[in-house]
């Protein structure tokens, strides 16, 4: 049985897919999730239908932090091995971040692209190092299966210079500082799951909501990605987690001169400190934060859900109007009380939702009065790297 493994992995956490190549498309076979991996690490293997297969809790104790990663793909090789020996993988398929101005398509992994793709740490600081990471304990497990990079950059490459131009002088313009956009795995799925669902609006004036712990939306046009919200980094844009989303410059100009903070703490206080874990002083859980009774955490709520209807109104500029918002995302697909008050917020576009459909989480939640559609769209970045992890085995 040829097969795609796929990789999809952060600091602490690793998610992996196990697809079948059948008749020139790919089947996902068996799902694999590990949490908590600098920890106490939890494993849950599930099946197609969402079934599950395992749970477990692999003892990684006696295991440095920086060995947990290989140590993961040890427990999930050793599994497949086991349980699917007639299995013969064709390629690992990684999520990389950040590709740059350079990576514009998915490319096959080698020394020098490594290398590469080192670069873009500092850009990515979150994601990036352990996405190499993971490639790297992937080619020392499997040196003869080709390891394959699939880009959140990828999808928005096709942006106008107006959209990605920082007004600043044009010879760091030149140097790479613009603005790349993110979650284009996840955007790009979306975008193709619309022109098999509902292929006469699939190239319609077009907003996703990629609503989760790491938010951004996109704005499409005619199947193309025109902006996003997140830009040079993916700390830009919508408040998150525990990121601050935009902030004016100003304000770390002053934290640097006043409190004397250096470029790590403010990395720090930016990506881990902030968002709706810094509002509320409580969570960077959106349902324990919709679930508190403390006025702390209907603040953080209340400031995302503005901060994403002003960015829907932003982003209707940039497609000259709207005709479909599609909310996908951990927080999107499920969170029912903020895709109402992210929608109430926006009804000056037409927008109407229908509350039964809204808490049922249907396909389309907008009335059949509502200028807008509006759809609940699950994501799935994993398909999207089997995909082109098969593609490029094949071409």
Same mark, same amino acid.
């Given at each position: 049985?040829?097969?795609?493994?796929?990789?999809?992995?952060?600091?602490?956490?690793?998610?992996?897919?196990?697809?079948?190549?059948?008749?020139?498309?790919?089947?996902?076979?068996?799902?694999?999730?590990?949490?908590?991996?600098?920890?106490?690490?939890?494993?849950?293997?599930?099946?197609?239908?969402?079934?599950?297969? /395992? $749970?477990?809790?692999?003892?990684?104790? &006696?295991?440095?932090? %920086?060995?947990?990663?290989? @140590? +993961?793909? #040890?427990?999930? !090789?050793?599994?497949?091995?086991?349980?699917?020996?007639?299995?013969?993988?064709?390629?690992?398929?990684?999520?990389?971040?950040?590709?740059?101005?350079?990576?514009?398509?998915?490319?096959?992994?080698?020394?020098?692209?490594?290398?590469?793709?080192?670069?873009?740490?500092?850009?990515?600081?979150?994601?990036?190092?352990?996405? /190499? $990471?993971?490639?790297?304990?992937?080619? &020392?497990?499997?040196? %003869?299966?080709?390891?394959? @990079? +699939?880009? #959140?950059?990828? !999808?928005?490459?096709?942006?106008?210079?107006?959209?990605?131009?920082?007004?600043?002088?044009?010879?760091?313009?030149?140097?790479?500082?613009?603005?790349?956009?993110?979650?284009?795995?996840?955007?790009?799925?979306?975008?193709?799951?619309l022109e098999q669902v509902a292929p006469e609006q699939a190239r319609s004036r077009t907003i996703v909501a990629h609503l989760g712990a790491g938010a951004s939306m996109c704005a499409i046009r005619d199947g193309r990605s025109l902006t996003s919200t997140m830009g040079f980094t993916a700390v830009e844009g919508l408040p998150m987690g525990s990121r601050t989303g935009s902030i004016d410059p100003g304000v770390l100009l002053y934290l640097m001169r006043h409190h004397g903070m250096d470029a790590d703490r403010l990395e720090t206080l930016l990506y881990k400190e902030s968002g709706w874990l810094g509002v509320s002083g409580i969570s960077s859980d959106m349902q324990e934060l919709l679930a508190s009774e403390r006025p702390e955490a209907r603040e953080a709520v209340d400031l995302f859900t503005y901060r994403a209807a002003r960015e829907i109104g932003s982003l209707s500029a940039a497609t000259q109007g709207l005709e479909q918002l599609v909310f996908t995302g951990g927080v999107g697909e499920n969170s029912a009380p903020i895709r109402t008050a992210i929608c109430e917020r926006s009804r000056w576009l037409g927008i109407e939702i229908d509350p039964a459909a809204n808490a049922a989480s249907a396909d389309v939640i907008s009335t059949g009065a509502s200028r807008v559609t509006v759809r609940v769209i699950p994501t799935d970045e994993e398909s999207m790297l089997a995909l082109h992890g098969m593609e490029m085995v094949a071409g």
């Open positions: 049985m040829n097969a795609i493994f796929t990789v999809n992995g952060g600091s602490s956490s690793l998610k992996c897919g196990l697809f079948r190549i059948t008749e020139g498309t790919t089947e996902l076979l068996y799902s694999f999730k590990l949490s908590n991996i600098l920890g106490e690490a939890k494993a849950a293997i599930s099946d197609a239908q969402g079934q599950n297969v /395992l $749970k477990a809790s692999p003892d990684f104790s &006696a295991i440095g932090r %920086e060995g947990r990663h290989q @140590a +993961c793909l #040890d427990f999930v !090789f050793a599994w497949i091995r086991d349980q699917l020996p007639e299995c013969e993988l064709q390629a690992v398929s990684h999520r990389v971040v950040h590709g740059g101005e350079q990576f514009r398509e998915p490319v096959r992994l080698d020394g020098p692209t490594l290398d590469a793709l080192h670069a873009f740490v500092p850009l990515a600081p979150l994601h990036q190092p352990y996405n /190499l $990471k993971l490639v790297e304990a992937c080619q &020392a497990l499997l040196p %003869e299966v080709p390891q394959i @990079a +699939c880009f #959140d950059t990828m !999808f928005h490459t096709g942006q106008p210079d107006e959209a990605r131009n920082f007004a600043l002088p044009r010879q760091l313009t030149a140097e790479g500082i613009r603005r790349y956009g993110f979650h284009g795995l996840s955007y790009e799925f979306i975008q193709r799951r």
